[in-house]
């Protein structure tokens, strides 16, 4: 069993190259839930989503997000009707996002109702979000205190990051299952999604990064970074701004304590001695994943790097 | 101030020919909330949104409910992930749901979302829902005892109907202002609605019917049968296997205790002796509101009938 820390698009056009390498059901994914947010009432896990709806290959593929050819027409009536809509939710989305929170509302867990979309969206990977419990993240930024989505759609990720705070992740728990298939793994991949902000949010739940520090499983983690360069996304800049550096490298000690193999792509082959220098050994190789064989290429590398370790 | 009882698609049309003739303002709507229903833990209100949609002339005039030119992207996509779609609910039309449920959870009454919806859809008629507390329609029929919409929409009305349980609305109160309403009428018209499964309900909320009595305004209904049948939907049926006998005369016969005038169509000129038998005085013209024209026609005459009294 390989088990996936999983942000976003990014985590998810990874997990497409691994699941057509790997057998699917040998693949779990922890989902960060940090971002999941409620519009309208409903239970939105936009992390999630993207990577069954990638999964599930639905997804729009020039937005990364939302399911193709979706449609917008229930939002612009909610504007018509003086609601607040600067959170994208298309007619074929909001779908999940009802049957998600209806199932939280007759008492499921989070766990429990991804476990069912996933199988109703045929998806065959296992999909673990890090936590069943509130935990938002919520970013201190120059435009003050904002919640994940604030930040990210409403405020265009303009705003600089001073802090991002995951207390509510830090008050939670582990969902079932978590802490398991991270001692039971095979191997594990830190997908390559915004290290503070989607990987940052899992390795806050209590437990999970003492987990990742104790497993007997090589981990591998692959660089968001490339060229000093976020592939999407703001992370370079909240690098840059938390001071640790817009660079592989940054990442790369980010996450010292318990990965053991750095993927950095072809650009980044100078940080080969700065990365195995913090006690990783550096696996190079393209990491830019334009096409699905660049994608399924990618991920076997990382499986080969796991196997050698 | 002209109050009307009002169920849904006939009341709507006639409350369409009434704001032609009449100034909006002045017209307050009293709907039956009987036929409200939760879908994915949204609250729907079928005869007001058939109400608002058609007085804020967006109504799908084909089918006489939902929004003009709506799609149903969003249901397709909750009967592929398994859930129950057998009401129709349209892409824009859910806005108006999440909007109405969203207010629900944060505490304001069905009367003030609907005040917030009506004024959101530029609607000038006053719309009070009849109450608001829970007061679902529930059916015993020969299919079993159903909720209203389970025996309108996913059983399509062929159950016979053995009785209509009012027991919620007459459990429930009167929404603010709605006793007022009547008391301080200029005159009140019962649209032609189902006199059993749509006036009904309002009817059995307590305090109503009292109100209707004794309101010093004259009181005009408008038959929803004619010729023996029903212009749309099952109440002729309905009024048969209740043993009520499907004419105008015995809907006239439902309402003697309050109501001052009867309005019948051309076609039951032969009843108007009947009628005017049980204490009332028949109007009697062109009830089939096939056109704007016979819409504003048959509220011209209600309200000279309603002025002569």
Redo the contacts between chains.
């Keep these: 069993m390989i088990v996936v820390l999983a942000g976003g698009v990014g985590a998810a056009k990874f997990l497409e190259g691994l699941a057509a390498v790997l057998p699917p059901e040998q693949i779990t994914v922890i989902a960060n839930t940090g971002d999941d947010a409620e519009f ?3 239970h939105v896990s936009p992390d999630m989503d993207t990577v069954l709806y990638t999964l599930a290959g639905i997804v729009d593929r020039e937005r990364g997000w939302g ?1 193709a050819g ?2 917008f ?6 504007e ?4 607040e809509t600067w959170f994208q939710l ?7 996002h ?2 998600r ?2 199932r939280l ?1 007759q008492g499921a867990t989070l766990s429990e109702a991804t476990e ?2 996933r199988q ?2 045929g998806v065959a990977c296992r999909i673990l979000p890090m936590s069943d419990g509130r935990a938002q993240t919520r970013l201190r930024t120059t435009a003050g205190i904002v919640a994940f989505q604030e930040y990210f759609v409403k405020l265009r990720q303009e705003p600089e990051v001073l802090e991002a705070d995951f207390s509510e992740a830090a008050a939670s728990q582990p969902a079932s299952g978590v802490l398991k298939a991270i001692a039971d793994a095979d191997g594990i991949i830190v997908a390559p999604s915004n290290p503070i902000l989607s990987i940052g949010p899992i390795l806050a739940v209590p437990g999970i990064r003492e987990a990742l520090r104790n497993t007997a499983a090589p981990i591998a983690a692959i660089s968001p970074i490339v060229g000093g360069r976020a592939l999407k996304g703001p992370a370079d800049r909240i690098l840059k701004s938390l001071g640790l550096g817009a660079s592989a490298a940054a990442v790369a000690e980010l996450f010292r304590d318990f990965v053991d193999i750095f993927v950095l792509d072809l650009e980044d082959a100078s940080l080969r001695d700065e990365v195995e220098g913090k006690g990783m050994k550096a696996v190079i190789t393209q990491t830019v994943m334009s096409t699905p064989e660049v994608r399924q290429e990618l991920a076997r590398k990382v499986l080969e790097g796991l196997a050698r370790k």
């Design positions: 309208y009432d409903l399911i979706d449609t027409h229930c939002l612009r009536a909610l018509r009707l003086g609601q298309g007619d074929r989305d909001l779908a999940t009802l049957t929170t209806t509302r069912e979309l109703a969206l």
